[in-house]
């Protein structure tokens, strides 16, 4: 794989890249996240699990504000994230995100998915947006399907691309949720790697996934998730050896 490195800011105004504080947010009655406290410090990998319904999702979607919060604050990289407009695109842009669905293109080519954004985004020219698609195509493994419609590619392959596609904009950080969820078994591992590369590149991740592999091996830190609340965060060593909530040693017993 061809090395695209990752642009860094020149100067670090802070080095915990994404703050919340206080967040909350309710879905009508339902109070999906209760005052999360979380802080992601650069080039940190976190793994958020827990069970279904306990708020991963919102976590991930308030975080590029793809969805609103009812009080609280976000910020990412020192800015707090603006409620709309060109600054929102603009912060959005710095947050990359994976869904469990692909959700590419279906009506462009792979190249132009990953051209795109940078494009109308980044208002990069399209001699330069192209080169830059074509090698990080090649670093995720997918360089010989650029000229392919998504729906020609394997699930493993269309993800790569997703990755690819937030990859092109420069993000100081990147969210996976559940990204190998909707996968073939046979297709995890090629997606995975991928993710393990990243983090061995720098990148900063917030990984909602239930590869527990990959959770001990890539993750600095887990956050155990149930009811809307952060209820544990530790190392993977000590929260897959030594849970100390009840929650989370209930989780664990169910899938390891
Ligand atoms: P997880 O990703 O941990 O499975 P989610 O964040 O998707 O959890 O959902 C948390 C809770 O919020 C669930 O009870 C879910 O049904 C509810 N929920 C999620 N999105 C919405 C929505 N747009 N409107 C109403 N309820 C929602
Ligand atoms: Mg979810």
Do not use: W
């Amino acid at each position: 794989m061809t090395d695209v490195s990752v642009a860094k800011e020149d100067a670090a105004p802070t080095d915990d890249l994404v703050v919340l504080k206080s967040v909350n947010k309710h879905f009508g009655a339902l109070h999906v996240l209760q005052d999360i406290d979380l802080t992601i410090t650069r080039g940190e990998v976190v793994v958020v699990i827990g069970p279904s319904g306990s708020g991963k999702s919102t976590l991930c979607r308030t975080i590029n504000r793809l969805e609103t919060i009812d009080a609280g604050t976000i910020a990412i990289d020192g800015k707090p994230l603006p409620q709309e407009g060109k600054a929102l695109a603009r912060l959005r842009a710095d947050v990359g995100m994976v869904f469990q669905s692909f959700n590419l293109f279906a009506h462009k080519t792979v190249l132009e998915n990953v051209m795109l954004g940078q494009i109308k985004v980044r208002k990069t020219d399209k001699k330069q947006a192209e080169e830059k698609a074509r090698a990080l195509l090649d670093r995720v493994g997918v360089a010989t399907q650029a000229d392919k419609y998504p729906a020609q590619l394997s699930g493993g392959q269309q993800q790569r691309v997703a990755i690819a596609r937030a990859l092109a904009m420069d993000p100081k950080v990147m969210l996976f949720d559940e990204p190998t969820s909707a996968l073939d078994p046979e297709m995890i591992n090629e997606v995975l790697e991928v993710m393990q590369q990243l983090a061995r590149d720098g990148m900063t991740m917030i990984v909602v996934t239930h590869e527990m592999g990959f959770a001990r091996s890539a993750a600095n830190r887990v956050v155990f998730m149930a009811d809307g609340r952060i209820v544990e965060e530790a190392t993977p060593d000590q929260f897959f050896s030594n849970p100390r909530s009840d929650r989370a040693k209930d989780f664990l017993s169910k899938i390891l």
